[in-house]
């Protein structure tokens, strides 16, 4: 019997909680064995099926712990000999293509973001230098180069990239509304709950979010994922216009993300405009709230503006006019007809904005990869 090829991934994070790599592990564990060495404190119970190798960091710093991180990720990639190396984000790409330089196999390399320009980078010239010349210097080495949506794809192509589009489509859509976060979080069954879920992070909307909530009454604000700006939260929950109507809540596993998603009323996608990497990005938590029949609110910006524009499943609004966030969350929240409508586009966009649609290009990709190695 034939012996099947490997595919390893490289990765920066839980590879439990993240939905992008686990779909990519799903499609091609039909056809490859999957490996995967991550940096990070443990891998959540529910893990991708594949061999999995967890590295904790050596340090709170991200900097101090990447080089012993690639060092050792280096040595567990040798040990496989795959077929096929997935860097799946920037931060672990360095060790990826070294060790398909020494295997002398294709490289691949999952370009979430325009990385050289995100916005934790942003107004810090010299450590965003070092991220453009790292990238530049190791992406030039992959034969494959994946993202997630036709303009950041144009910046790539424009550098001399091979580039496929893979949108951060769900594998997965709800029907029926769920309690879970009001049973959590004792939220009283007439107050709507505003959702806004991801990594709590700079240019993500937390500010904007927060002050739209001590502007509207008779509504809870839920975050929903972790990040550096967890704190914040918690200190800003406690302002008296909006306290006891602020919630966090830990990150859960990516399978079990939509049911959590779905007891909510309406998302939020107020992605920032801190550079180029924000104002092109499709998040998964657009397709997601669609998947679970939540209306958004949304960034007018080019991807995020196309997508609800296209599919009717909420409004798009610019970030930066605080009052507009506000008077658009104001009239869906209170107008119970329009929240409907744009709840049964999002039910009838769902089945369209799926993985399924992106997973059969994903595995020829690979599959052209190993043929032609």
Not at 213 to 220: G, K, L, N, P, T
Not at 238 to 258: I, N, T, Y
Not at 293 to 307: L, N, Q, T
Not at 344 to 354: E, R
């Amino acid at each position: 019997m034939e012996l099947r090829k490997r595919v390893c991934f490289t990765f920066v994070g839980d590879p439990g909680r993240d939905s992008r790599l686990r779909r990519f592990v799903s499609t091609l564990s039909t056809s490859f064995d999957i490996s995967i060495v991550a940096l990070a404190e443990q891998a959540c119970d529910d893990t991708p099926a594949a061999e999995i190798v967890v590295l904790p960091p050596g340090s709170r710093s991200l900097r101090s712990s990447l080089p012993t991180f690639w060092r050792k990720a280096s040595k567990h990639i040798l040990r496989w000999k795959p077929d096929v190396i997935i860097a799946a984000d920037l931060y672990s790409l360095s060790c990826a293509a070294r060790a398909a330089e020494n295997l002398a196999v294709p490289l691949c390399y999952d370009s979430r973001e325009l990385y050289s320009d995100v916005a934790a980078l942003h107004n810090r010239p010299l450590t965003q230098r070092f991220w453009t010349l790292y990238e530049r210097r190791y992406a030039r080495r992959a034969r494959k180069i994946f993202t997630v949506n036709e303009s950041i794809a144009k910046e790539l192509r424009a550098r001399g990239y091979d580039v496929v589009v893979l949108r951060n489509l769900p594998d997965g859509f709800v029907h029926e509304r769920r309690t879970l976060l009001r049973e959590t979080l004792g939220i009283h069954p007439d107050m709507p709950i505003i959702l806004s879920q991801g990594g709590v992070q700079r240019g993500r909307g937390v500010d904007i979010a927060l002050r739209a909530i001590r502007e509207i009454e008779h509504a809870a604000l839920v975050f929903l994922g972790d990040g550096p700006l967890r704190e914040h939260i918690l200190r800003s929950a406690e302002h008296p216009d909006c306290r006891g109507r602020v919630h966090v809540v830990r990150a859960v596993p990516a399978k079990q993300l939509l049911a959590w998603t779905c007891s909510a009323d309406i998302g939020l996608c107020l992605v920032e405009n801190l550079g180029r990497s924000y104002y092109l990005s499709l998040p998964n938590k657009l397709f997601e709230y669609i998947a679970a029949g939540i209306p958004v609110v949304g960034s007018d910006f080019p991807e995020i503006g196309r997508v609800l524009h296209d599919t009717e499943a909420g409004i798009a609004v610019s970030p930066d006019d605080f009052e507009a966030v506000v008077r658009t969350l104001r009239m869906m929240l209170y107008d119970r007809e329009l929240r409907e409508k744009f709840r049964k586009n999002c039910l009838m966009a769902a089945p369209k904005l799926q993985w399924s649609t992106e997973e059969n290009l994903l595995l020829s990709s690979v599959k052209e990869l190993t043929l032609s190695a």
